[in-house]
């Protein structure tokens, strides 16, 4: 039976590659084609390494959901259903109000982007990895090197993607079959959640042992590097070493880190914090691997459609560090706010911290010249203006250098050191001129008292709307979820999402995440 392969390519631009083999593509739609006119070039491999990038960056809103939407980030305000500008929270709400079930699942169909109307979930692009593999390690047209980096590539974005799956769901269905993957048709019932770790971390070593030594960025760090690997093996076995009482894994995780800190030695923290997420500043010396978007070719279009005002409500509303009115020209964010940022959220904030107003935008009501908060949205990525449109096009970090340091603090923590050295250099880009090391510095704030909680704290400052929070709480334990959610321990089965009921019918070897109702 003649097996074929769907690839989804978009224009990426100037592909750069590894030394001594740059190119450039002109990428545009590829339909279906044959392994038997496929994989016939080094041309044609330099494409498809592209098309799983792009695939990729397409579940960019299913990255954000399942990494922060149950957290306590968004929500509306007290005594409130809507946002505060009176928009509708559309269903949103069961993310963060934990209510979730399979008739609203948060991310159906295994990571299907709601705003994204192709059928690329995360099976379907793990499909095309295992493709991708398969090829490469019977081809004779690719030099060694790209071979070697491109096979690092799969096993890290393959592990990379059942991770993702193993956080959220658990059990799994594992495929490395190289054939067209839809959820739809694989008609497998799940492995256990043990096996999924077992594979995540075999690709892990399979993806190091393929970079071997090869620390180059490709594609201004939008491609998946040894680095990314790195960083994903830290997360992965600082989860194990927190749920398994694991010192041998925390000391595995922070010599991945530590890796990284020797053989790449340009990363480092940007003097500003905001300056990380620019878009006239892309691939700069903080990103280790971040999601590329361009404008007039791609853009986080589900921002606007979940997270920003409509223009002729915003205009309503006050911004109070600039005493002015918002106005419909430079404030034309021309979205939809389902999921507001809440206030209690902003005021956890130090007001001198640079993060605050760099992630949060307050809005405020004004009455007899006195300033009333309404409520707040995000705005870390204002993206760009052009012909009078607000277009999302800031680039989405999945690792950055600030991560390594606090996942390396977090290393210290369970290996009963010190992790002073790290938190403070996160501290003090953050608060810039006005850092006191007195008050500000580890262990100098009152929450340092639980070091484990000041962590958490750093990362939900440096990490809202990068898709890091409920995965952060999860990996510090289920009491840290108990705590700072609004999940109870005495619905602990929903520490996992449920599967939605299409998925269900569609698959019926497919079982129901425990705890939830199949039908």
Request: aromatic share 12%; proline share 4%; hydrophobic share 40%.
């Amino acid at each position: 039976m003649k097996k074929y392969i769907i690839i989804l390519l978009s224009g990426l631009g100037v592909l750069t590659l590894i030394p001594s083999c740059r190119k450039d593509l002109n990428l545009s739609p590829v339909s279906q084609i044959s392994n038997s006119t496929y994989f016939k070039t080094a041309t044609q491999f330099d494409a498809y390494i592209a098309g799983i990038h792009s695939v990729f960056r397409a579940q960019t809103e299913s990255f954000q959901r399942l990494g922060e939407m149950r957290a306590d980030i968004f929500g509306t305000d007290p005594g409130s259903s809507t946002a505060f500008t009176g928009e509708a929270t559309q269903g949103l709400e069961k993310m963060w109000e934990e209510t979730l079930d399979l008739n609203t699942a948060g991310v159906n169909n295994y990571g299907f982007p709601p705003s994204v109307s192709t059928a690329n979930n995360f099976y379907f692009n793990i499909g095309q990895i295992n493709t991708m593999i398969a090829n490469l390690n019977t081809t004779t047209v690719v030099t060694p090197a790209n071979k070697s980096y491109y096979l690092g590539i799969c096993y890290g974005m393959r592990a990379f993607y059942y991770f993702q799956i193993y956080r959220s769901w658990g059990d799994a269905i594992i495929t490395t079959t190289p054939i067209v993957v839809n959820i739809n048709n694989l008609n497998q019932t799940q492995s256990p959640a043990a096996s999924v770790m077992t594979l995540i971390k075999s690709d892990i070593d399979q993806s190091v042992a393929s970079f071997g030594t090869n620390y180059a960025f490709m594609n201004s760090k939008g491609y998946w590097s040894l680095s990314a690997t790195l960083m994903l093996k830290a997360e992965v076995y600082l989860w194990t070493s927190s749920h398994n009482s694991s010192t041998a894994d925390a000391t595995t995780a922070l010599t991945a880190l530590n890796t990284i800190q020797t053989n790449v030695p340009s990363l480092a923290l940007l003097p500003s914090y905001s300056s990380v997420f620019a878009t006239t500043n892309r691939g700069n010396n903080e990103i280790i691997f971040a999601i590329h978007n361009t404008l007039n070719e791609y853009a986080m279009a589900w921002v606007q459609s979940s997270f920003v005002p409509q223009n002729n409500l915003i205009i309503a509303y006050y911004d109070s560090i600039q005493n002015r009115q918002f106005n419909a020209t430079t404030d034309n964010w021309g979205g939809l706010l389902r999921a507001p940022i809440k206030i209690s959220t902003f005021r956890q904030f130090n007001p001198l911290d640079s993060r605050r107003l760099a992630t949060i935008q307050p809005c405020y009501t004004k009455v007899s010249g006195a300033y009333k908060m309404a409520g707040c949205f995000v705005d870390k990525y204002a993206g760009e203006q052009n012909a009078g449109v607000r277009s999302i096009t800031n680039d989405f970090p999945i690792y950055r250098y600030a991560d390594l340091l606090l996942l390396k603090a977090t290393a210290e923590v369970y290996l009963g050191e010190s992790p002073a050295t790290e938190i403070n250099m996160v501290r003090s880009r953050a608060y810039g001129a006005n850092y006191d090391a007195a008050t500000m510095s580890y262990p100098n704030q009152a929450v340092d008292a639980n070091p484990r909680e000041a962590i958490l704290q750093e990362r939900f400052f440096e990490f809202i709307f990068e898709g890091k929070r409920w995965y952060d709480l999860r990996s510090m334990g289920d009491s840290y979820v108990y705590e700072h959610t609004a999940l109870t321990v005495a619905n602990a089965y929903a520490l996992l999402w449920p599967i939605d009921k299409q998925t269900l019918v569609n698959d019926p070897l497919l079982k129901q995440t425990p705890g939830y109702s199949s039908f």
